[in-house]
């Protein structure tokens, strides 16, 4: 956003939408309700003390900071680090004390399913997996002290002094048949921490779809058990629309038995 765009859009507490999404429906009736209403940017300020916003628009050469603690001002001055952002919007909120689980990438995953699931434009989560994989021994060794101990060198000398005077010879017992196979004796499994964006709001509104040809088997499947948290495909569906005084397009799915807690979890 520009500068006159962040006074516009977010220096009214009661800048909303609905009008102009309203205004735009009278003028065509081929318009998605997805994503069309939400409680606004302010709402922001239930679970933070301030909020931050950086913005640069193409048409704008500079990028700007908007600052606001919801106290009935705000704050627009270019930002002092430059252009750090070629085009876009940052939204930062600094969380109150008591909306500390905000941060948790559990309850942020759970926010963006239950709200945000079918809007159209992708939503992605920048979240940690731990993976396992083989290292070599030698990295693991080769990380730590390179001083030269001379006790510990002493040490092994007698070892091997007294290793040749009693002329003792140590096999390994281990069986022929478990031998560890080539390569992997040198290998060793370890577990890592790592960063990756993923994809949250991964179903489509196919129901949405003007022709129900181009919907596969799979995307329905798909839909029911993202929607249902079910792990078995339905027993049947249904792909309908309806056209009169009230028009919509819907899809009807039939599960294969009773869920335990139907009549009491409704999500």
């Known amino acids: 956003m520009t500068k006159d765009d962040l006074i516009k859009n977010l220096g009214t507490v009661a800048k909303s939408g609905t009008t102009q999404f309203l205004e735009q429906i009278g003028k065509t009736q081929d318009m998605n309700l997805i994503g069309q209403f939400g409680v606004g940017f302010y709402s922001s300020f239930l679970v933070a003390n301030k909020v931050t916003v950086v913005s640069k628009n193409n048409n704008d050469p500079n990028q ?6 919801a106290d009935g ?16 919007t940052k939204v930062t909120l600094h969380l109150k004390a008591d909306a ?13 399913k239950k709200y945000s699931l079918f809007t159209n434009f992708p939503i992605y989560l920048y979240i940690s997996k731990e993976v396992t994989k083989q ?8 990380v730590g002290d390179d001083t030269y101990d001379d006790d510990e060198a002493t040490t092994k000398d007698e ?23 080539d390569g992997k ?4 499994t370890i577990t890592e921490t790592i960063w990756e964006w993923e994809l949250i709001n ?6 949405l779809r003007s022709n129900k040809n181009e919907v596969t088997e799979q995307e329905y ?8 948290k079910d792990t078995e495909n339905p027993l049947s569906y249904s792909h309908f629309s309806t056209e009169g005084d009230v028009e919509f397009k819907s899809i009807l799915f039939i599960p294969q038995g009773r869920s335990t807690d139907m009549t009491e979890s409704y999500y």
């Not at 991964?202 to 129901?207: C, D, E, F």
């Not at 499947?221 to 249902?228: E, R, V, W």
Request: glycine share 4%.
């Open 221 to 228: 499947f798909d839909l029911y058990k993202g929607i249902a």
């Open 100 to 112: 500390i689980e905000f941060c948790e990438q559990d309850k942020i995953k759970e926010l963006i």
């Open 202 to 207: 991964q179903q489509k509104a196919i129901w």
């Open 64 to 69: 700007h900071i908007w600052i606001s603690s």
């Open 135 to 142: 290292v070599d021994l030698k990295d693991e060794d080769s």
């Open 73 to 88: 001002r705000f704050a627009i001055t270019k930002d002092p680090r430059g252009n750090t952002m070629k085009r876009g």
């Open 185 to 188: 004796e040198n290998k060793k």
């Open 159 to 181: 070892a091997e002094t007294d290793t040749e005077t009693d002329d003792v010879k140590v096999k390994d017992e281990k069986d022929d048949d478990e031998k560890i196979p």
